[in-house]
């Protein structure tokens, strides 16, 4: 006879098999559908919440593989790959080699494929799968949802996500809330305030080049705006304030630039970047100890630059007896590059640089899409904070999404599901 585990056991199994099969026919059916769940989950479901197999994979990347596999099996698939494409995935390889040959960080490594190039992959698909539009106005319409309950997490002082209890060390780390200024910041179901603001501000391009209505697109700006300021986050209020400038300054011939004529753009810039400044130094001077010891800390981290090997671990790297892992005497790197150099080396962080310099030569020149806008904007979270929680997972779709609509621009053959002028509605 089955002891109660046992049938359970089954029984989940089964369950999960029959949720598989389902799901792998709503891809084929409706891939719109399923990146749409894909993204609702991502946002709405709390980190913490999944499975350990040989690393913690949440939610986001189960269904993740779920939605790749089907593609695999039905299509479209990608049809060309570029030299971004080429190119990070040599830098995968080298991380590989980084931390089987010397000493990188074997779970980083296995983050950067179960969270970032499943998340990537996804972006490169679901261009073509559903059109870049619909994914681009359902990704502003999902993130200013979030930004909106961020507000009411804010004012009514509810935490849904905190009672999402699950027996594992990310539920340990990320459940607890945070303070700034004896205030609970908000976090949703992000797992941490910086989390949250990063992932709103990259939606802020997103919003504005949307094909809804100006006055729907100005309140899903003013919902983002909001929920960002409620994280506390100084980073992402900048990366909001950025996002929102170089969308305005940039654009040729999105929908933002149809509607809202230049005179307004020369008075709205200036408001919102003096708006965003004035909110920086509120919160700046409102933390009072704490902001201040964060700004020092996060400066005084480049001196572990010079500790940085060709692959590998840098020579600060050690591990204190309780398994704290620390370089040189930082517990905490905030900062993505130099994070990522520490922990694979600066050979594989020059072909991050370089990936992130093509991006920003196509924003001075005026080339970018709004995908690429949305990731150059986001600058000021990215150098002042490692990747975390669903922010890793929402950044690296966006970077999909831009990697996409630049190589549907350059090939006509790479035009995704839609009319060919989907690419050119993304371009700004």
Same mark, same amino acid.
């Given at each position: 006879?089955?002891?109660?585990?046992?049938?359970?056991?089954?029984?989940?199994?089964?369950?999960?098999?029959?949720?598989?099969?389902?799901?792998?026919?709503?891809?084929?059916?409706?891939?719109?559908? @399923?990146?749409?769940?894909?993204?609702?989950?991502?946002?709405?479901?709390?980190?913490?919440?999944?499975?350990?197999?040989?690393?913690?994979?949440?939610?986001?990347?189960?269904?993740?593989?779920?939605?790749?596999?089907?593609?695999?099996?039905?299509?479209?698939?990608?049809?060309?790959?570029?030299?971004?494409?080429?190119?990070?995935?040599?830098?995968?390889?080298?991380?590989?080699?980084?931390?089987?040959?010397?000493?990188?960080?074997?779970?980083?490594?296995?983050?950067?494929?179960?969270?970032?190039?499943?998340?990537?992959?996804?972006?490169?698909? @679901?261009?073509?799968?559903?059109?870049?539009?619909?994914?681009?106005?359902?990704?502003?319409?999902?993130?200013?949802?979030?930004?909106?309950?961020?507000?009411?997490?804010?004012?009514?002082?509810?935490?849904?996500?905190?009672?999402?209890?699950?027996?594992?060390?990310?539920?340990?780390?990320?459940?607890?809330?945070?303070?700034?200024?004896?205030?609970?910041?908000?976090?949703?179901?992000?797992?941490?305030?910086?989390?949250?603001?990063?992932?709103?501000?990259?939606?802020?391009?997103?919003?504005?080049?949307?094909?809804?209505?100006?006055?729907?697109?100005?309140?899903?700006?003013?919902?983002?705006?909001?929920?960002?300021?409620?994280?506390?986050?100084?980073?992402?209020?900048?990366?909001?304030?950025?996002?929102?400038?170089?969308?305005?300054?940039?654009?040729?011939?999105?929908?933002?630039?149809?509607?809202?004529?230049?005179?307004?753009?020369?008075?709205?810039?200036?408001?919102?970047?003096?708006?965003?400044?004035?909110?920086?130094?509120?919160?700046?001077?409102?933390?009072?100890?704490?902001?201040?010891?964060?700004?020092?800390?996060?400066?005084?981290?480049?001196?572990?630059?010079?500790?940085?090997?060709?692959?590998?671990?840098?020579?600060?790297?050690?591990?204190?007896?309780?398994?704290?892992?620390?370089?040189?005497?930082?517990?905490?790197?905030?900062?993505?590059?130099?994070?990522?150099?520490?922990?694979?080396?600066?050979?594989?962080?020059?072909?991050?640089?370089?990936?992130?310099?093509?991006?920003?030569?196509?924003?001075?020149?005026?080339?970018?899409?709004?995908?690429?806008?949305?990731?150059?904007?986001?600058?000021?979270?990215?150098?002042?904070?490692?990747?975390?929680?669903?922010?890793?997972?929402?950044?690296?779709?966006?970077?999909?999404?831009?990697?996409?609509?630049?190589?549907?621009?350059?090939?006509?053959?790479?035009?995704?599901?839609?009319?060919?002028?989907?690419?050119?509605?993304?371009?700004?």
């Amino acid at each position: 006879m089955m002891s109660d585990s046992t049938y359970l056991a089954v029984m989940l199994t089964a369950l999960g098999a029959f949720g598989s099969l389902a799901f792998g026919a709503i891809v084929r059916v409706s891939p719109r559908f @399923a990146i749409g769940t894909w993204l609702v989950a991502t946002c709405f479901i709390p980190y913490w919440v999944g499975i350990d197999v040989a690393g913690f994979l949440p939610v986001p990347t189960l269904i993740g593989v779920l939605f790749l596999v089907s593609m695999l099996i039905h299509g479209p698939r990608v049809q060309r790959w570029t030299a971004i494409d080429y190119g990070l995935l040599g830098m995968v390889g080298v991380c590989g080699i980084a931390v089987f040959a010397f000493d990188g960080s074997l779970p980083v490594w296995f983050a950067m494929l179960s969270h970032w190039a499943i998340a990537y992959l996804i972006a490169r698909t @679901a261009g073509i799968a559903a059109g870049l539009d619909w994914v681009g106005d359902f990704f502003a319409v999902t993130m200013t949802s979030v930004g909106a309950f961020a507000v009411v997490e804010r004012l009514t002082g509810w935490h849904p996500f905190t009672e999402w209890t699950m027996s594992n060390l990310s539920y340990e780390i990320w459940s607890p809330l945070l303070e700034r200024a004896g205030e609970v910041r908000s976090e949703w179901a992000f797992g941490h305030p910086i989390a949250l603001g990063a992932s709103l501000a990259l939606a802020t391009p997103f919003v504005i080049a949307s094909r809804f209505h100006l006055l729907t697109r100005i309140a899903m700006l003013a919902a983002l705006g909001a929920g960002i300021m409620t994280t506390g986050s100084r980073g992402a209020i900048l990366a909001f304030a950025c996002s929102f400038a170089l969308t305005a300054l940039v654009s040729k011939s999105s929908q933002f630039t149809r509607t809202v004529p230049r005179w307004g753009i020369v008075l709205v810039v200036p408001l919102i970047a003096a708006s965003a400044l004035a909110v920086y130094t509120q919160i700046d001077e409102s933390g009072g100890t704490e902001t201040l010891n964060s700004s020092g800390y996060r400066m005084s981290m480049y001196s572990l630059i010079e500790t940085l090997k060709p692959l590998g671990r840098a020579t600060s790297y050690y591990v204190l007896h309780d398994g704290t892992t620390v370089y040189d005497r930082y517990t905490s790197i905030d900062n993505t590059f130099l994070w990522f150099g520490l922990i694979f080396g600066f050979i594989p962080l020059a072909i991050l640089i370089g990936a992130v310099l093509v991006l920003l030569t196509r924003v001075v020149l005026i080339r970018a899409t709004v995908p690429e806008i949305a990731v150059a904007g986001n600058f000021p979270v990215i150098l002042t904070v490692a990747p975390i929680t669903q922010y890793q997972i929402i950044l690296w779709f966006v970077v999909g999404l831009a990697v996409t609509s630049w190589a549907s621009r350059r090939d006509p053959d790479h035009q995704p599901a839609g009319n060919a002028a989907q690419a050119e509605a993304m371009s700004v």
